[in-house]
């Protein structure tokens, strides 16, 4: 509609527009908030800080772990090319639901809090990415509406 009313003028972008939306029903106008606030933070030396998301760790998860890099450090001696055939994975679960964006999200203090923030990762509405890689080569990306588990691989 904007572009029909003023063809004359700078055509205005869909993100734009939705970027003043959603303004508008935060805060229930569209006007910048005043650039002081940041100077304050500044003159009293304040920064930035994302939230850092970690897992959920068991009593024995750390006992666990210890093995792990034992077993690890005993097979890559044994036999000099076993680090180079194994698969180094990862996957990341894109919620559909708006949960924790850590671009967005900033912790303003003089000395970092190294806050972090547990989370579940059996939310519904979501999209599980995992790629990997072996030797040279890029395995996936593949795309899972299901959850992922570390025994069954999917479910």
Not at 21 to 47: C, M, T, W
Not at 69 to 98: K, R, V, W
Not at 125 to 154: C, M
Request: proline residues 5%.
């Amino acid at each position: 509609m904007f572009h029909e009313m003023h063809p004359d003028r700078e055509p205005v972008s869909q993100s734009t527009v939705s970027r003043i939306e959603r303004k508008y029903r935060e805060l229930g106008h569209v006007r910048d908030a005043p650039r002081q606030v940041s100077n304050i933070f500044k003159k009293v030396k304040y920064h930035p800080y994302r939230v850092r998301l970690i897992h959920e760790l068991a009593e024995d998860d750390f006992d666990r772990r210890t093995e792990f890099c034992e077993y690890m450090m005993d097979h890559n001696n044994q036999n000099n090319g076993f680090i180079a055939n194994i698969l180094f994975s990862d996957e990341a679960t894109f919620f559909l639901n708006g949960h924790v964006n850590r671009q967005n999200t900033r912790y303003w203090s003089q000395e970092n809090p190294h806050w972090m923030q547990e989370y579940h990762t059996q939310h519904p509405q979501k999209v599980n990415v995992w790629a990997g890689i072996v030797r040279n080569r890029i395995v996936g990306p593949y795309f899972f509406d299901e959850n992922l588990t570390g025994a069954l691989g999917r479910v």
